[in-house]
């Protein structure tokens, strides 16, 4: 996606341990102009698919993922990583964060999530594939149907593609960033 490309260049910021730093148009301040056309790259990508329920983490996904929802008419949830205690049927798993370097639970109302779903799962980064693989984990308790998942920006220098890849699923990113040594940004 070349516009996406362009605007990581243009005002993206690499900081130490391979984190690129999006904040003016991602991850703090957002651009809707570019999330609509994340939202339009994601359902052209899985338009031939039978999705009937898009997935994702909060807090950074759920701007590209209602995009995606809206276009597609098709519900959003969000898997949470605090659990309110007016939530009931919950499901959990634990993740282990990249960026603060931790591990935390991430929920979700089995309300929300059934055997009758097809997800796409869409988030703002892939990198070593731990908030992926929490989030299929959430599936398979579940007992949903993981169609793909669509990734804003994939760092291929952590590998998540190849762990993902291994379990099956489809995986799509709109920026692939080869690599951020030297705080140079090497996009594909
Ligand atoms: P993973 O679980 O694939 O290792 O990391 C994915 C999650 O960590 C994403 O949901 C994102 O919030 C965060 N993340 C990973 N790498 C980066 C990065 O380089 N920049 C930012 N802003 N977030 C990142």
Known sequence: MDLL????????????????????????????????????????RFASTNIN??????????????????????????AKKKSPKTIENI??????????????????SQDYLTPEDNV????DFLANGNAAL??????????ANL????????KSFQHGREVLEKQGVRVESLAII???SNCTIKIR
């Not at 910021?13 to 991850?27: A, H, M, P, Q, T």
């Not at 499901?91 to 979700?108: G, N, Q």
Request: aromatic share 8%; glycine share 10%.
């Open 147 to 154: 169609v793909g998942m669509g990734f804003i920006i994939e």
């Open 120 to 123: 796409l799962f869409i988030d």
């Open 91 to 108: 499901l959990t798993t634990r993740v282990r964060s990249f960026t603060k370097d931790r591990e935390y639970d991430v929920i979700i």
């Open 5 to 44: 490309k362009k605007r990581i260049l243009e005002d993206g910021k690499c900081f130490e341990g391979g984190i690129l730093k999006v904040d003016s148009f991602i991850n703090h301040q957002m651009d809707p102009i570019l999330m609509k056309s994340v939202g339009v790259e994601f359902v052209r």
């Open 134 to 143: 929490g989030v299929i984990d959430l599936i398979k308790q579940a007992g």
């Open 53 to 78: 329920k898009i997935m994702t983490i909060e807090a950074s996904g759920i701007a590209p993922a209602i995009m995606t929802g809206y276009l597609l008419e098709l519900p959003v949830v969000f």
């Open 178 to 180: 080869d690599d951020l």
